[in-house]
């Protein structure tokens, strides 16, 4: 580092920061340094925001205050008295007093009159009987807010209509079937048939998923050709967009396989409105179970590799047999790690909705699964039916709906990760 | 006795009289043989899976193609899709596909990498053992819900900042923004798990020169990542490529070619779920053209997978 | 070239004759003779990478379980070759039993460890029966007043010591009649190490024992028949001599024997 002899102000090569520049210098570069961390962890923030935001819109949605508004007077209909004072059988009566036939069949068809709970009887005297009709929904946020201004607009537009406190997850909801009308709409058929077709998927997902697995890390040599092409493709199948698998399952499972999916060969009845075809729950189950397959099996491969090399050699020194060594010490020791695969698969296998679009989870369906022939819909498809109907009112249910599927995943989810961070607690480290 | 004697003793009662036949053929263990076959069976499903999927695709496709009305290079290269008058052009759809997945991306790539930056260069575990679990979360919500996300609040935030004229009610970019979000955990732990497998040896080189975290990590650690990262980034818009739900309720009901991502427009996912959803006679050209937008889906999805696995193994291959 | 003077009026345990092990193209041991004489304690010992513990882990053919390895050769175990084609190794390594260098006792309780051998094997008897072999295989490994009233717990409470005295059991247990060691000690501190030597001591009365070690002092103290092993120029093992303990260490035949001994290598 020298300067030039004839100007020691110039200097002629390249020097480091010394002296006061040195404070200069780290201060700038640690300025920096903090700016981006923050940055960084603004990121993350960001993250959590969106969950955040993501659930208070649900939340925002699913309660709030509804007018309604009736066309006939309800002590024109019950004579002075209350509804919620009346027993189930007066309601039943008033119902059949007041309707026609073929609306009466139709309520019976979704679910017979005589066995609906008494809140149910009053919500459908309401809409058949009273007419009465949604006048106006608004979210939980405004209706925390701005009550006063809502009672005021309504009070002007239909002065006769009533406002209430509505939630719109409730046990009704969560009991009542299908209906074309919000204020009836029930999730239980979908909650039906999504246990119906996960556990279907389960069953025929996780054996096969496990067992593939164990061929691949303890049995199968994986020099060779067809057992690399096999690891391959399975890592392969894991990356494609479950559309695809609908669409396979809708080409295959639906059609070609229609006898067997419609239950036709074993003489099963009728899906319950008059057609029989394929687009049921064990071809659903079918789709799915290949969908979450790939992720199962590379799931359980990675707990099984995991298990320490020392204590497979401990039982074959001892003369075990290799499913023996498997059955007894491989598995047992793997299992916890299968297990929150499967259960995170299943997790995800509850909230797919394209192929089961693909697949013909029916959009109207009233009559709950029977069996794994019947017609079908899974909480997922509602969701995905109701919000992309117009009317706000509809989005409240879907909102509902979201509540329910959130929480159902939530609970996967946290048992898998509780399960995973309790044998990770145990492991074995030889 | 003693301890020692005691043992002896029991040694002796323990082994085997030393005039026994020796028999070590081999038996055959029926059940062993059987078990293995089983799981060989269940490791062979999976090539169904696949020879199914592609059997499915082409064949449709074939049929497909194989109409009068279409030709492949109108599907590839057309700019209409409309079945009613026999126009395949898939470039509407192709378009929009690539519109959405890339402002998924635009979301995605930066915030994930930033926060996979922050978890693996800077969080103690304690920050680490929360922040996983909430990333995961976030990962775990369906896209369905997200779809409505979008429709419910990133449309109507997006169309007070910008203006309901401009906005469209179905739009790609509210679709793009929360597809970006879905993603954004996947790229987050898949870009920490590159990030974490640069050696710790690396970055003690770079402090030992006296280098700040920030220079560290941005000059050493995410260089030497690079090919894991990109691996990373692929797989993400391998996902916002296939994903359907949140395009299909956000995005647009009808193919759409345009560059204005306000406009509304259907992606080759939506526009499949949006035909299949309604009435499908099997056997109709409907029907075999979205299994030929599905081939081009799957060949797409397929070779970025490839891509993105040839990646990894290549990065492996310098760090193990 | 190998040396041994073995006492001929002993019967051979266990007898390797000319073997040779590859892993795939690659000879790992070169025309191995080694006749290991019944109760006797034999140790194998030289340098790292001279494939003793290929040698060792030959005998009960658990190098099978290496795709790449391949043996030519034999081993006569009682008048049979343990590498003919109609043997099966599962059958082999139920009587010849092994215990590793790190002590890998299974994640079950005591009894479980132990009871595990036998009834892979297929040992049929009663509840009352099988307590009773799971006590003496324990007391065989000298473990019993340890562990007497913990027999249910796990098998990873132990310590270090009392970890690999547990395998040792967990290797009786089957009733074999060869005992392969692979390193015993060289995970364990000098005073469980002690307590293994004497162990072995008392198990020479009925076993037969073969065990690697790399440490020179303990095949001097505790072993009856030294082999000494060598890389040869194509790094492959071979067997440079082999006799009596004491011959090997104040006598040896071979000078390189006398080389490594003295410590003119390691």
Redesign the interface.
């Known amino acids: 580092m020298s300067a030039d002899a004839t100007n020691p102000q110039e200097l002629t090569v390249g020097h480091l920061p010394e002296g006061a520049e040195v404070q200069q210098n780290i201060g700038q570069r640690r300025r920096t340094g903090r700016i981006w961390q923050g940055i960084f962890l603004a990121s993350i923030v960001f993250s959590l925001l969106a969950l955040l935001t993501l659930i208070l819109d649900v939340a925002n949605d699913a309660f709030g205050l509804v007018a309604t508004e009736s066309s006939v007077d309800v002590a024109e209909v019950t004579g002075g008295r209350e509804l919620s004072a009346l027993s189930q059988a007066e309601l039943v009566t008033i119902i059949e007093a007041n309707t026609s036939g073929r609306v009466q069949a139709r309520l019976n068809r979704e679910q017979p009159l005589a066995e609906r709970s008494q809140e149910d009887l009053v919500g459908v005297i309401e809409i058949e009987v009273l007419k009465s009709s949604l006048v106006g929904v608004w979210p939980l946020w405004e209706s925390l807010t701005q009550r006063p201004a809502i009672e005021a607009a309504v009070a002007e537009k239909n002065p006769r209509a009533q406002i209430v406190w509505r939630s719109w997850i409730n046990p009704d909801f969560l009991t009542s079937p299908m209906s074309s009308v919000a204020l009836n709409a029930g999730l239980r058929t979908a909650i039906l048939g999504t246990l119906w077709v996960t556990i279907l998927t389960a069953l025929f997902a996780i054996p096969i998923g496990v067992f593939a697995a164990i061929y691949l890390e303890e049995y199968a040599d994986q020099r060779t050709w067809y057992n690399k092409a096999i690891q391959t493709n399975i890592n392969n199948l894991a990356g494609v967009p479950s559309i695809i698998y609908g669409m396979l399952g809708l080409a295959i499972f639906v059609r070609v396989f229609e006898p067997f999916t419609s239950g036709a060969i074993f003489g099963a009845g009728s899906g319950g409105d008059g057609t029989l075809n394929g687009r049921t729950v064990i071809a659903a189950a079918f789709t799915m179970a290949l969908l979450i397959l790939p992720i199962i099996i590379i799931a359980s491969q990675e707990a099984i590799r995991a298990v320490p090399n020392s204590l497979r050699q401990g039982s074959y020194g001892l003369g075990a047999t290799k499913w023996q060594t498997v059955q007894n010490i491989v598995l047992p020791q793997a299992l916890p790690g299968i297990l929150t695969g499967v259960i995170l698969s299943i997790s995800r296998a509850a909230g797919e909705t394209a192929p089961l679009i693909l697949v013909g989870a029916s959009t109207f369906i009233v009559s709950d699964p029977s069996g794994p022939f019947s017609k079908f819909t899974v909480v997922p498809i509602q969701i995905y039916n109701w919000t992309s109907r117009p009317e706000q009112e509809f989005k409240d249910v879907a909102a509902a709906a979201i509540i329910v599927l959130l929480v159902l995943i939530l609970i996967f989810n946290t048992s898998a990760v509780l399960l995973r961070n309790y044998f990770r607690s145990k492991r074995v480290s030889l | 006795m003693t301890d020692q004697a005691r043992a002896r003793a029991e040694a002796a009662a323990l082994s085997r009289p030393a005039e026994e036949v020796l028999d070590l053929r081999k038996r055959t263990r029926v059940g062993e043989s059987v078990i293995q076959g089983v799981l060989f069976l269940c490791g062979i499903l999976s090539m169904f899976t696949t020879i199914g999927i592609v059997w499915v695709l082409i064949q449709q496709a074939w049929l497909f193609f194989g109409n009068p009305e279409v030709s492949i290079i109108e599907f590839l290269t057309g700019t209409q899709w409309t079945p009613e008058i026999g126009s395949f052009g898939a470039w509407p759809l192709i378009t929009a596909t690539l519109m959405t997945s890339l402002i998924g991306m635009l979301v995605a790539i930066p915030l994930g990498l930033a926060a996979a930056v922050y978890l693996s260069e800077y969080a103690s575990e304690r920050a680490r053992s929360i922040i996983k679990p909430i990333l995961e979360i976030l990962a775990g919500v369906p896209t369905v819900v997200y779809g409505y996300f979008a429709l419910s609040f990133i449309t109507p935030l997006l169309r007070n900042i910008f203006g309901n004229n401009v906005v469209n009610i179905y739009n790609m970019a509210a679709a793009g923004i929360a597809m970006g979000i879905l993603i954004l955990p996947l790229i987050a732990s898949l870009s920490e798990d590159a990030l974490s497998a640069v050696p710790n040896s690396l970055r003690n080189a770079s402090f030992g020169l006296g280098a700040t975290k920030l220079e560290t990590a941005t000059r050493i650690v995410i260089p030497a990542a690079a090919s894991g990262l990109a691996a990373a980034f692929i797989i993400g818009i391998s996902r916002a490529v296939g994903e359907t739900m949140i395009v299909a309720l956000a995005s647009g009901a009808g193919p759409n070619l345009t560059a204005n991502p306000f406009d509304s427009a259907e992606t080759i996912t939506g526009h499949i779920a949006r035909i299949s959803g309604g009435d499908l006679s099997y056997g109709s050209i409907q029907y075999s053209s979205i299994f030929a937008l599905g081939l081009l889906l799957f060949t797409i999805t397929l070779i970025l997978n490839i891509l993105s696995r040839r990646l990894v193994a290549r990065f492996r291959e310098v760090y193990e | 070239m190998t040396t041994y003077d073995i006492d001929p009026a002993n019967a051979n345990a266990i007898e390797a004759r000319d073997m040779s092990i590859y892993y795939g193209t690659f000879k790992a041991v070169n025309k191995v003779s080694l006749a290991v004489e019944k109760n006797k304690i034999t140790a194998l010992i030289g340098p790292s990478g001279c494939g003793k513990s290929t040698v060792l882990r030959s005998f009960?053919r658990?190098n099978d379980?290496v795709?790449t390895a391949r043996t030519e050769g034999e081993i006569l175990?009682?008048?049979?070759n343990?590498y003919a084609s109609?043997?099966?190794p599962?059958?082999?390594?139920?009587?010849i039993?092994?215990v590793?260098q790190?002590a890998?006792?299974?994640?079950k309780s005591i009894y479980e460890n132990i009871a595990?051998?036998p009834r892979?094997?297929g040992w049929k008897g009663s509840k009352a029966e099988m307590d009773e072999l799971v006590e003496?295989?324990i007391?065989?490994?000298?473990l019993w007043?340890d562990v007497k009233d913990k027999l249910q717990q796990s098998g990873?409470s132990l310590s270090g010591g009392q970890q690999q005295r547990l395998?040792i059991a967990?290797?009786?247990a089957?009733?074999p009649?060869v005992i392969l060691m692979d390193e015993p000690c060289s995970a364990l501190d000098p005073i469980s190490t002690l307590k293994i030597e004497?162990?072995m001591f008392?198990?020479r009365?009925?076993?037969t024992l073969i065990i690697v070690t790399h440490n020179m002092q303990q095949a001097a103290r505790a072993s009856d028949y030294t082999a000494f092993f060598l890389m040869n120029q194509e790094r492959a093992g071979e067997l440079v001599e082999y006799a009596s303990t004491q011959t090997i260490f104040q006598n040896p035949k071979d000078e390189r024997t006398e080389q490594y001994i003295s410590g003119r290598f390691g």
Request: hydrophobic share 35%; net charge positive; aromatic share 10%.
């Open positions: 009960n658990m379980l795709p175990f009682r008048g049979k343990l109609d043997v099966d599962v059958e082999v390594r139920r009587r039993g092994m590793f790190k890998n006792p299974f994640p595990y051998g892979i094997n003496r295989s007391r065989g490994a000298a007043d990873l395998c967990r290797a009786l089957t009733q009649e004497e162990l008392e198990l009365q009925r076993y």
